[in-house]
């Protein structure tokens, strides 16, 4: 065999065998693609919901928490019934964030300005912080303060019907924010104003509980 001849065999050799594609058939059962229509599939069930009187059970439910929530609000977390008298100073002053302009656009308080808004606005009536669940700090609030001096503010219980009784308009520190900006944690408490700075004080008066709140 010529030299020719064995380059062609080699060559023959190391080619690539060509591939062939086979039609192997169905391997199995096969199903047709469905794309499910989301809101159809909610709207039957809010309309099996709402025949079944589900609906309306759960806006009733929640018409009742929510009334549970207006007529006794959760209570202040961490704040107590007052054990030892005690008292400090808060500083309202604050450091402005950005300048303040006024409707034409002439700036009134400078970036940076530290401001008391003491300087600006008179307060003048006190912040008498109680619990509510406490008929001796109640006695105490109505009958030591009254509505032209003292704004009476619940970190406990439930002032509307407290207002009924007391014929007193009363607050709530929603999620105690007025308790925990003052530092309070315990009651009764007086914020009340002292030249440029407020007095807070923590008081002890008779409880009808001895307890904490």
């Not at 050799?13 to 169905?26: M, T």
């Not at 107590?80 to 300048?99: A, E, G, L, Y």
Request: glycine content about 8%; aromatic content about 4%.
């Amino acid at each position: 065999m010529t030299q020719a001849a064995r380059l062609v065999l080699i060559l023959a050799a190391c080619s690539p065998i060509p591939a062939s594609a086979k039609d192997y058939g169905q391997q199995g059962a096969t199903f047709p693609v469905i794309e499910v229509d989301l809101l159809r599939v909610i709207e039957a069930r809010l309309r099996s919901a709402q025949a079944s009187g589900r609906i309306a059970a759960m806006q009733q439910d929640m018409q009742r928490k929510a009334d549970m929530r207006v007529r006794r609000p959760v209570p202040v977390g961490g704040v107590t019934i007052v054990r030892q008298r005690r008292s400090w100073t808060f500083d309202p002053t604050i450091t402005v964030q950005q300048d303040i302009n006024d409707g034409r656009g002439r700036r009134i308080i400078a970036k940076g300005t530290r401001v008391n808004p003491l300087d600006m606005v008179q307060m003048r009536a006190s912040l008498v912080f109680i619990d509510g669940d406490d008929p001796a700090q109640v006695r105490w609030a109505v009958g030591s303060t009254s509505a032209l001096n003292a704004k009476v503010i619940l970190v406990k219980g439930a002032p509307l019907a407290l207002m009924d009784s007391t014929q007193r308009r009363l607050f709530f520190d929603q999620g105690g924010k007025l308790t925990g900006k003052f530092g309070i944690t315990h009651v009764p408490a007086i914020v009340e104003p002292a030249g440029r700075v407020l007095k807070v004080t923590e008081l002890p008066v008779p409880s009808s509980r001895g307890e904490g709140a």
